[in-house]
């Protein structure tokens, strides 16, 4: 719901109060405000201006050169493309100096020769959505009355200069989608009072009854329908308040007739719905379920098919309207209408939901039907918008309602006790400040002793049992003013376990690491449903699938995350990193139902790290992929027990693949996506990971201790190790480290060479290796013995020869 701050004035007094403070107030009190906009807070130097003379330019067929009275001593020319400028007109002028939105600066110019000292504005140039300008002014410049003060701002005259504010409302609060809902709101929070619109009488000598008879078949849909006749009305434009207000609230005008009838559903939040009375083809109005398969064209010219679950407006044979949710055509108001039936009518919300359901009409009006209207609204909205027909369309308005009214709603009558109101909210809340709070809601309250009786108004439709009016208590005594306290007596303190804690420790640190998170489909095809699987298992099919695609459970999350990542660089996002924690599902034999386990998954792609200024970039690679979890594993302490071992598996390439495994147990596999599912998902290279969570959780870490800081030097010693092509690094490393003893505490590959100067079927490893001692100073005669045995070492185990 958007409400005009301005509009909102003429019903409660907001002096003292900005839009900002307004929204506060109504935030804090229930309902939230998600924004207040100013649309015409950046305009500046834009005024009314009175187009002196306008003739073609001469030097092109689109381009008018335009002399312009602008309040000032000298006219002004301007050069004006619009095709609707003429001479005489009264137009938004912006000077030379002003600012338009987007800060749009306006200067001086020439235009094929021609000075051109500032712009007639169109409604969209000063910031009006498109979908919003009348029609007539589409797609030309804004034409104003004959009596806008020339020289005066036009954006005061336009109201751009008010602030709008959105309200996001609950289902329960509909009272609050029409600006006098909305005011008693506002009125009660501030503790002022609601100035409520005039409805107006009827002026004519006839009878509106001489004209039409009103009979409702369907009683329990429709239990009250009022019809109002206005004579000898002429169509057109509607006054420029009443453009704003619908402009503002996002509703487009049309006519003087269809602008009313909209300007009341905002200010009453009663539908209403205007038929041209000599097109309706009767004396009669008649409401009844429609006929299954009965056939009727809307106002958007499409041809309905109606069913005996819809509720129609007919002329006693033909339907003219589907109540509560769009006109028809037949009877539409036109620009040579000159009588109107002006329906005011209660359908149920039940009805019109289905209808709008059926036919995918989602309109303001059945928005309001759905969610409840006020039933002592309705016959007044009639009353209200009859008399401003009468007022700005020269109507007559004849006496009488023609009413069909079997409505009884009753005010809800709901009891509630001192007692329960300040047990609930642990407040000490007197007789007297409830009751002022009731008065201020505009509830009638009656009070024996520590209990209240209040009778709701029918426009809160939404106050039943106690606890509504106990929510009404506390939300106007202030939820800020509620006391905090704590709970007495034996209490168990809440907070995560420790899975909990460490599912939240991997969501932060990888997106530290600069990964978005992602969450995606637990249900895949056939084909996707066991690639990338970590234990191989048969997958669990759905009995009846939403579609192939969606019909079995996964059992890697990493197809999931290739869609993601070949679904956004179909967009033209080629630098991505997503993880995801989530449930795979594998099925057990002899179990009925699946396991779900917990899987930590993450795909990248694209540029690591990218510094166009100093011209560095560094693509993602095995190793950033295989350095985001060896950080991971760091930061839940595991990263002693991890270790890497190269692998293969289906999809994934066959030199850049590892299993990562936990005190040698394979709990997850890391690599690039093999080249012929890269060509088959158009990806570039792309790396992936998926790591059993449960494991890596639950693992037992040793107990934390401390070293001192080295009080004595190291040593190092680098060898380069001639071996088969066949024998892996890791493999080598662990020799050394066996056979370095408890002196040797690092060791590291820092080379790798294959090359002309080598043997075939032969490389050459570079090791670091340090030794230490914390007790003592090494000697290098300790230093040679343990490294001899090093090389003795490698030179038995894996046939390795000192590089010469």
């Known amino acids: 719901?958007?409400?005009?701050?301005?509009?909102?004035?003429?019903?409660?007094?907001?002096?003292?109060?900005?839009?900002?403070?307004?929204?506060?107030?109504?935030?804090?009190?229930?309902?939230?405000?998600?924004?207040?906009?100013?649309?015409?807070?950046?305009?500046?130097?834009?005024?009314?201006?009175?187009?002196?003379?306008?003739?073609?330019?001469?030097?092109?067929?689109?381009?008018?050169?335009?002399?312009?009275?602008?309040?000032?001593?000298?006219?002004?020319?301007?050069?004006?493309g619009a095709p609707n400028v003429g001479k005489g007109q009264k137009v938004a002028v912006a000077k030379v100096g002003a600012v338009l939105p987007g800060n749009f600066k306006i200067k001086k110019a020439k235009l094929r020769g021609e000075a051109s000292h500032g712009m007639i504005c169109s409604l969209q140039e000063l910031g009006v959505e498109g979908k919003l300008v009348p029609k007539e002014?589409?797609?030309?410049?804004?034409?104003?009355?004959?009596?806008?003060?020339?020289?005066?701002?036009?954006?005061?005259?336009?109201?751009?200069?008010?602030?709008?504010?959105?309200?996001?409302?609950?289902?329960?609060?509909?009272?609050?989608?029409?600006?006098l809902g909305v005011a008693y709101e506002v009125a009660a929070i501030l503790d002022r009072g609601v100035k409520l619109p005039e409805a107006g009488q009827s002026s004519g000598e006839e009878k509106a009854s001489d004209y039409v008879t009103v009979n409702v078949e369907a009683k329990e849909d429709n239990p009250l329908y009022g019809a109002k006749i206005i004579k000898n009305v002429k169509v057109g434009p509607s006054p420029m308040w009443m453009q704003n207000a619908l402009i503002a609230a996002g509703i487009r005008p049309h006519n003087n007739v269809v602008d009313i009838t909209n300007y009341i559903l905002l200010e009453y939040g009663q539908p209403l719905h205007a038929f041209d009375y000599d097109r309706l083809g009767s004396k009669?109005?008649?409401?009844?379920?429609?006929?299954?398969?009965?056939?009727?064209?809307?106002?958007?010219?499409?041809?309905?098919?109606?069913?005996?679950?819809?509720?129609?407006?007919?002329?006693?044979?033909?339907?003219?309207?589907?109540?509560?949710?769009?006109?028809?055509?037949n009877s539409e108001v036109q620009n040579d209408t000159t009588t109107v039936l002006l329906e005011a009518a209660y359908f149920t919300g039940a009805i019109v939901r289905g209808a709008s359901k059926d036919h995918g009409l989602r309109s303001e009006a059945s928005t309001r039907y759905e969610k409840g209207v006020d039933p002592d609204r309705v016959l007044k909205a009639g009353e209200r918008a009859a008399a401003l027909?009468?007022?700005?369309?020269?109507?007559?308005?004849?006496?009488?309602?023609?009413?069909?009214?079997?409505?009884?709603?009753?005010?809800?009558?709901?009891?509630?006790?001192?007692?329960?109101?300040?047990?609930?909210?642990?407040?000490?809340?007197?007789?007297?400040?409830?009751?002022?709070?009731?008065?201020?809601?505009q509830f009638d309250v009656s009070v024996d002793g520590t209990s209240f009786t209040v009778t709701?108004?029918?426009?809160?439709?939404?106050?039943?049992?106690?606890?509504?009016?106990?929510?009404?208590?506390?939300?106007l005594y202030g939820y800020d003013n509620l006391p905090l306290t704590l709970p007495k007596g034996e209490s168990t303190p809440g907070g995560l376990n420790n899975h909990q804690l460490k599912r939240r420790t991997v969501r932060r640190y990888l997106e530290g690491a600069g990964l978005l998170q992602a969450i995606t489909y637990s249900l895949t095809n056939d084909d996707k449903a066991a690639k990338y699987a970590l234990d191989v298992k048969e997958p669990v099919r759905l009995l009846m699938p939403m579609s192939e695609e969606r019909s079995n459970l996964r059992l890697s999350i990493i197809p999931q995350l290739l869609e993601v990542v070949s679904y956004n660089k179909a967009r033209q996002n080629d630098s991505l990193?997503?993880?995801?924690?989530?449930?795979?599902?594998?099925?057990?034999?002899?179990?009925?139902?699946?396991?779900?386990?917990?899987?930590?998954?993450?795909?990248?792609?694209?540029?690591?790290h990218s510094h166009p200024w100093q011209g560095e970039?560094?693509?993602?690679?095995?190793?950033?992929?295989?350095?985001?979890?060896?950080?991971?594993?760091?930061?839940?302490?595991?990263?002693?027990?991890?270790?890497?071992?190269?692998?293969?598996?289906?999809?994934?390439?066959?030199?850049?693949?590892?299993?990562?495994?936990?005190?040698?147990?394979?709990?997850?596999?890391?690599?690039?996506?093999?080249?012929?599912?890269?060509?088959?998902?158009?990806?570039?290279?792309?790396?992936?990971?998926?790591?059993?969570?449960?494991?890596?959780?639950?693992?037992?870490?040793?107990?934390?201790?401390?070293?001192?800081?080295?009080?004595?030097?190291?040593?190092?010693?680098?060898?380069?190790?001639?071996?088969?092509?066949?024998?892996?690094?890791?493999?080598?490393?662990?020799?050394?480290?066996?056979?370095?003893?408890?002196?040797?505490?690092?060791?590291?590959?820092?080379?790798?060479?294959?090359?002309?100067?080598?043997?075939?079927?032969?490389?050459?490893?570079?090791?670091?290796?340090?030794?230490?001692?914390?007790?003592?100073?090494?000697?290098?005669?300790?230093?040679?013995?343990?490294?001899?045995?090093?090389?003795?070492?490698?030179?038995?185990?894996?046939?390795?020869?000192?590089?010469?």
């Open 137 to 179: 002014h589409a797609d030309g410049i804004y034409v104003f009355p004959e009596d806008a003060e020339v020289g005066s701002n036009a954006v005061e005259l336009l109201n751009l200069d008010d602030a709008i504010l959105e309200l996001g409302l609950t289902p329960n609060r509909s009272d609050c989608l029409s600006m």
């Open 456 to 475: 709701a108004p029918t426009r809160r439709g939404d106050i039943t049992i106690p606890e509504d009016l106990l929510e009404e208590v506390a939300r």
């Open 577 to 608: 990193a997503f993880y995801e924690v989530g449930s795979v599902f594998l099925q057990e034999s002899g179990e009925e139902l699946p396991m779900e386990e917990e899987h930590i998954a993450g795909a990248l792609t694209g540029l690591w």
């Open 617 to 804: 970039k560094k693509a993602v690679d095995f190793y950033v992929a295989k350095g985001i979890l060896e950080g991971l594993f760091e930061e839940l302490g595991v990263s002693e027990a991890v270790s890497f071992r190269q692998a293969s598996m289906d999809g994934l390439h066959p030199g850049r693949t590892a299993e990562i495994l936990l005190d040698g147990e394979v709990i997850g596999i890391i690599g690039a996506i093999h080249p012929e599912v890269e060509k088959e998902l158009d990806l570039n290279e792309t790396y992936v990971f998926e790591v059993k969570a449960s494991p890596v959780f639950h693992y037992e870490k040793p107990a934390l201790s401390y070293s001192p800081i080295p009080r004595h030097p190291s040593i190092t010693r680098d060898i380069a190790l001639v071996v088969d092509t066949d024998v892996k690094a890791g493999d080598l490393k662990s020799v050394i480290q066996e056979a370095g003893g408890k002196l040797l505490k690092e060791v590291s590959v820092f080379d790798l060479y294959e090359g002309e100067h080598m043997e075939p079927g032969k490389k050459s490893l570079a090791f670091s290796l340090k030794y230490f001692d914390p007790a003592k100073t090494l000697t290098d005669e300790e230093v040679v013995k343990v490294h001899d045995g090093v090389l003795a070492a490698v030179k038995e185990k894996a046939g390795a020869e000192l590089r010469g």
């Open 284 to 329: 009669e109005i008649l409401v009844r379920r429609a006929k299954d398969g009965e056939t009727f064209v809307t106002l958007d010219d499409t041809e309905r098919t109606l069913s005996s679950s819809q509720l129609v407006i007919t002329n006693g044979e033909e339907p003219v309207a589907l109540a509560g949710v769009m006109g028809g055509a």
């Open 1 to 80: 719901m958007f409400v005009s701050y301005k509009w909102l004035e003429n019903y409660v007094d907001l002096s003292g109060v900005t839009p900002e403070d307004l929204a506060e107030k109504i935030t804090r009190s229930g309902i939230e405000v998600e924004g207040v906009e100013r649309t015409g807070a950046e305009i500046k130097n834009v005024v009314i201006g009175h187009v002196l003379e306008c003739e073609q330019h001469p030097d092109a067929d689109k381009l008018n050169i335009c002399q312009v009275d602008v309040g000032e001593e000298e006219p002004v020319q301007i050069i004006c």
């Open 389 to 441: 027909m009468a007022e700005y369309a020269g109507g007559e308005v004849l006496e009488g309602t023609v009413l069909f009214d079997e409505m009884n709603v009753e005010p809800a009558v709901v009891e509630i006790t001192l007692e329960k109101i300040n047990a609930s909210l642990g407040t000490a809340i007197s007789v007297e400040e409830v009751k002022d709070i009731f008065r201020r809601l």
